[in-house]
């Protein structure tokens, strides 16, 4: 999807009558949000997110590429794994993202990622009303995972996204037109009006209609555009296929959002019952089932709001005004960044806080200690493919020594050829396609290290004896390398393939003799995976 993007129209295939003052101001918006220059590339990277299927072998893949590709996205969802509610019953920190998507689960990663894209993305503007709108969103999301978990259709994942995106018409009106914003909930807050009304006295056109057409541009699928459409009013009865079921859950998660950090508030009680009224029967839930549903949805919540710095309350009345939404902002920002912690466990050792000049981490020997944990006990599961144990092992290499790109290659026996089959870092996609050279025995640094099973750590790659070792391809695919290390995979004796890393500078602090070993472990741990296949 490129980012070029032409106005919005979409929302004016509302063909309804509005007054000459709301047409107005929608126009305005809308133009508004054509003009956002922030938004093509947020869109091209939720849609991204979204496509991506568990059901898809490469998914758990590509879904930790493209977190690793983002450092404050990288960060975030480690510490949202090494949370109370996240946290492994052995305690252990989360350092990878492929152990925190076997943990935790792909879909949950997933949707929390498409959430702090989404608080990334949109969280700058008009602080205070964007911020509330995000955590219901986020809180939102959770109730729809959970709901997810206990439902019988197929993929039924899809509606976390849906209650995700629910309320993305208030969210670009808060982000966009603070004062309608403010007139839109002045409204709702008096009674008077539904959400659907007041938008369509202030804009014109409903809250939906306007979240679609954005998600409509962004590629969204139509099975989650479609699930955001209004419900009719009264009591639900049960859905009747898969879409239905989404359309309710994502305006159920929306409503319980809402209704979860109130759940010890005087009136709570009653606005509970009227939400089990008009959704219980159709998501088979009960009074205990509510209550449980809202306890483990807070707890989620809170810590995924935490860790994107939200506070799911509404504002106080002098917190509306955007002086003093934007005064809180500027004295959150003389704190230090949240993005720059790598998890907030309490293991200091697990955290980079100092690198050599070459890049890599002080406390790498840590570092790789967690990662070859991490590879024992997936293989101690027994419930963890070959290739994912071979991702965690790379990104377990890539991040404790600090490379800028890092790939596993693999014998392609019918053309004779090792082949990159996986790659995290720098131009990774470019690279890989790239990477790839004969099995036909040469004197190169590639074949020798093969064919003597010694694994080669060269801190300088720019050493007369080196480069005259390095073959062509690598000079013309990576020729600004100032050091690398390979690993060779050997099966009776026979390659089967490498481990390759690099970096920009050279690492003259070389390579300690015990990470020297855990290194060795993590290529053994890799062995054994691959006789096992």
């Not at 996205?73 to 052995?90: E, P």
């Not at 670009?172 to 909930?185: F, K, P, R, S």
């Not at 860790?307 to 939404?325: I, Q």
């Not at 990477?435 to 004197?443: K, L």
Request: proline letters at 4%.
């Amino acid at each position: 999807m490129n980012n070029t993007r032409s106005p919005i129209t979409a929302a004016p295939a509302i063909s309804i009558a509005a007054g000459d003052e709301a047409c107005a101001a929608r126009d305005r918006l809308l133009k508004k949000i054509s003009e956002d220059t922030d938004l093509p590339a947020l869109g091209s990277s939720v849609s991204r997110v979204v496509q991506l299927a568990s059901s898809d072998d490469e998914a758990v893949r590509d879904l930790a590429h493209f977190v690793l590709s983002d450092v404050a996205l990288t960060q975030k969802i480690l510490r949202l794994s090494n949370t109370v509610c996240y946290r492994t019953a052995f305690g252990t920190p989360v350092t990878t993202i492929s152990k925190a998507i076997f943990l935790l689960g792909f879909e949950t990663v997933k949707t929390s990622a498409l959430a702090m894209l989404l608080v990334d993305g949109m969280s700058g503007k008009h602080a205070h009303g964007v911020r509330l709108e995000l955590a219901y969103a986020l809180s939102a999301s959770v109730v729809g995972r959970e709901l997810a978990r206990r439902s019988h259709f197929k993929d039924a994942e899809e509606a976390a996204v849906a209650a995700l995106f629910k309320n993305m018409g208030r969210l670009l009106v808060a982000a966009h037109d603070h004062t309608l914003y403010g007139e839109i909930a002045a409204l709702i807050e008096s009674g008077t009006h539904t959400p659907a009304q007041a938008s369509m006295q202030v804009l014109g056109c409903s809250f939906d209609l306007l979240g679609g057409a954005v998600l409509k541009e962004w590629q969204i699928p139509d099975t989650i555009i479609h699930a955001l459409a209004p419900l009719a009013p009264g009591v639900l009865k049960p859905p009747k296929n898969r879409q239905e079921w989404m359309q309710q859950v994502a305006a159920f998660s929306t409503a319980a959002a809402t209704l979860i950090p109130r759940m010890n508030d005087s009136g709570s009680d009653a606005a509970s019952r009227g939400l089990l009224t008009r959704f219980g029967t159709a998501l088979d839930l009960d009074q205990d089932g509510l209550i449980e549903l809202f306890a483990t949805v807070a707890a989620e919540t809170r810590a995924l709001t935490d860790n994107a710095d939200l506070v799911l309350t509404p504002p106080e009345p002098d917190e509306a005004d955007p002086a003093s939404s934007a005064a809180q902002a500027e004295a959150a920002e003389e704190g230090l960044p949240s993005e720059l912690l790598l998890v907030a466990t309490g293991h200091d050792s697990l955290q980079v806080d100092a690198r050599y000049a070459s890049g890599k981490p002080v406390n790498a020997r840590d570092l790789l200690m967690a990662g070859v944990q991490d590879v024992t006990e997936m293989m101690a599961s027994g419930r963890c493919k070959s290739n994912d144990l071979i991702m965690l092992a790379l990104e377990t290499l890539y991040r404790s020594m600090g490379f800028r790109f890092a790939a596993v290659c693999l014998l392609d026996i019918k053309r004779n050829q090792f082949r990159a089959r996986i790659a995290l870092g720098e131009d990774n996609v470019a690279r890989q396609a790239g990477f790839v050279f004969s099995a036909v025995s040469a004197r190169d640094v590639f074949h020798l290290a093969m064919e003597n099973d010694a694994d080669l750590m060269i801190s300088d790659a720019g050493n007369a004896r080196i480069r005259n070792l390095i073959p062509d391809w690598h000079r013309r695919l990576l020729p600004d390398t100032g050091s690398f290390i390979l690993l060779p995979l050997l099966l009776q004796k026979k390659p089967v393939g490498l481990f390759y890393a690099d970096r920009l500078q050279t690492a003259p602090e070389g390579v300690l003799p015990d990470e020297t070993a855990l290194i060795k472990m993590l290529k053994g741990q890799v062995l054994a995976a691959l006789h096992a296949r």
